[in-house]
């Protein structure tokens, strides 16, 4: 291993019970809001197709230009108390929240730029609104934060001149200081989320990232911070020079999934995917026709796939500038919820079960209880299932308790009996299994 002064601060996982808090929620919400969410795509009559969030990039929009949206943001529709029902309804354990995006608009009202919420018709602190109202639900509440920042005038995408230099230094103390601003005026946050952190002005600057780490665990103990934050000293984000993962998960995972049998290394860390509903739109999007939109049954298997292997899923909501949700969200989370209240027991406090991938869905574990969650149904009429060495499945039952047969069909091989009527939605069958203390190898595989 080389010396590094900005590598990883711990090696492996964290167990402490705020880590532990973090891994066993397993599902959360995005809400990505901010000006862009009042043209929704669209600037002088052209709607662009691309992301919402970064349409001020799309229609090359001067900052000064873009931030006279503020005039217009008054989201009168606002109800920290619905947002907070809905999440809830949707069985999400935490919702994340983008203080800041790239557009530099702040949801708080920070003193140290004007580009902040308290400027607008609005005037009044959304985010210590929503704080509240999703900690009032038992929800947590983690903070998205852009460190790239379209609207300051001393953010940087590379340094390269003394000016450079000087500017960003500048830019990373203001950095600092919204971030104090945040741990100190919300400290019941419970993890900061890094995003616009790829230029090579952080990445010359990694020092810079593990100082932030650093400030904030000493600010907020147990805080979590996720590893898209990280540069080491040599400029290598996420794992450092050594292969180490930096900050405490890994935050890689954007609108894809580790596959269930190459990328079974994910499994030996903490990590946490998001998604968005449409192809790709965070920011609220006037025209959700431009690509595909999810089903509830596809993102639901989003979400049992990444907590399979062992992750987290975050499930995107753009609300509307006016402060309300579109239909297709509002169903979603219902739908979502509905699904998790019956089968929840599959997803919280769940984890990788360590058993071989099979067509019909995935296996997701807590303790000794397996459960398998069934998204395709066998024409067979059986769900095959292998089990490691010297583990036995005694029996099976779908989550309502009524027992389906189990046959053993091979060495570690059994047959679970489809459900006899067909659920018509995804369905979770729960394993009582008996694992050998020692692995006793009753069959050999034939000598050929
Ligand atoms: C190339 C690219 C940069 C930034 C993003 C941001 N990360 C997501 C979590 C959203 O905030 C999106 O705007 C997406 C793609």
């Known amino acids: 291993e080389i010396p590094l002064n900005y590598g990883a601060d711990r090696l492996g996982k964290r167990y402490d019970a705020d880590m532990q808090k973090f891994r066993d929620n397993r599902l959360g919400a995005f809400i990505h809001w901010g000006l862009y969410a009042i043209p929704g795509g669209e600037w002088n009559g052209k709607v662009y197709p691309g992301a919402a969030e970064w349409l001020k990039s799309w229609a090359k929009v001067p900052s000064g230009e873009w931030l006279e949206l503020m005039k217009q943001w008054n989201p009168t529709k606002f109800d920290a108390r619905k947002w907070a029902k809905m999440a809830k309804e949707m069985g999400v354990r935490y919702v994340k929240i983008t203080t800041k995006h790239h557009e530099g608009f702040c949801l708080w009202p920070s003193k140290y730029t004007e580009n902040t919420v308290a400027n607008t018709p609005y005037k009044k602190d959304l985010l210590g609104e929503m704080v509240k109202a999703y900690n009032d639900e038992g929800i947590d509440v983690h903070f998205y934060f852009s460190v790239m920042d379209w609207s300051h005038p001393d953010w940087r995408y590379d340094v390269k001149t003394p000016e450079d230099s000087a500017a960003f230094s500048r830019f990373l103390t203001f ?10 005026l919300y400290p019941t946050v419970k993890d900061f ?4 952190t790829w230029d090579a002005s952080i990445k010359k600057n990694g020092w810079w990232t593990s100082h932030v780490e650093r ?18 000293d040599y400029g290598k984000r996420h794992f450092d020079s050594n292969g180490h993962l930096m900050g405490d998960y890994e935050s890689g995972y954007e609108r894809r999934l580790p ?18 509903v449409p192809e790709n739109q965070w920011g609220y999007h006037k025209d ?37 949700f579109r239909s297709e969200e509002k169903e979603l989370a219902k739908s979502i919820g509905a699904w998790m209240k019956k089968n929840g027991q599959c997803i919280y406090g769940c984890d990788y079960a360590g058993w071989e991938k099979q067509p019909w869905g995935y296996y997701t574990r807590k303790g000794s209880d397996v459960y398998m969650v069934v998204f395709n149904c066998p024409y067979s009429k059986h769900l095959t299932v292998k089990t490691p060495k010297g583990t036995q499945v005694v029996k099976a039952a779908l989550l309502n308790r009524k027992s389906v047969k189990v046959v053993e069909t091979a ?31 009753k069959y050999r595989d034939a000598l050929t």
């Not at 950095?175 to 100190?184: G, V």
């Not at 904030?216 to 990280?230: A, C, D, H, Q, Y």
């Not at 431009?290 to 292997?309: C, D, F, G, N, Q």
Request: with cysteine; proline share 6%; net charge negative.
């Open 175 to 184: 950095t600092d200081n919204q971030l104090k601003e945040l741990a100190t």
């Open 193 to 196: 989320w890094f995003d616009g």
């Open 215 to 232: 400030m904030l665990k000493e600010m907020l103990p147990g805080v979590t911070i996720n590893s898209r934050l990280r540069a080491d």
């Open 259 to 276: 596959d269930p049998v190459k990328d079974l290394k994910v499994t030996r860390w903490d990590w946490e995917a998001c998604m968005t």
């Open 288 to 324: 959700w026709s431009l690509s595909y939109v999810k089903t509830p049954v596809e993102v639901l298997e989003r979400i049992v796939h990444a907590v399979s292997m062992g992750g987290n899923m975050v499930v995107n909501f753009g609300p509307q500038a006016d402060g309300d």
């Open 411 to 441: 060495r570690n091989e059994y047959n679970v009996d489809m459900p006899a009527q067909e659920p018509g939605e995804p369905f979770v069958i729960k394993l009582q299994i008996k694992e050998a203390a020692g692995v006793v190898d």
